[in-house]
């Protein structure tokens, strides 16, 4: 008994993330619920494999609580830097100006 109440929970909170995710007024809040969607995910996977009394189910959970966090991790870096390559880096120099901007550091004097 008690631990359909906890299904329903899982998958009424599920509900609420889904709608979050398609209302999301930024990107980082429908990030944030897909998120979400892929831990209550793993507890609901979690929660069937207590049930179902089978124990291999929480290899399948713990995998993809896994792929959840890396996808996570790509996904927003693909947001900030619009690429998943890791030359993303301004290289800048002592003055605090960019490298490549032509302008030399005169150290004040003209």
Do not use: C, H
Request: aromatic share 10%; net charge negative; glycine share 10%.
């Amino acid at each position: 008994m008690i631990y359909g109440a906890a299904t329903a929970a899982i998958l009424v909170t599920m509900l609420l993330a889904l709608v979050r995710a398609y209302r999301g007024p930024t990107v980082f809040d429908r990030v944030q619920a897909v998120n979400m969607m892929g831990t209550k995910t793993v507890l609901l996977i979690a929660v069937w494999d207590f049930l179902s009394g089978r124990p291999e189910w929480l290899d399948v959970a713990i995998l993809y609580a896994l792929m959840n966090f890396i996808g996570m991790i790509a996904l927003l870096r693909f947001s900030r830097f619009g690429d998943l390559s890791g030359d993303t880096e301004v290289l800048v120099t002592d003055s605090g100006r960019d490298a490549g901007d032509g302008a030399k550091d005169t150290g004040g004097q003209s």
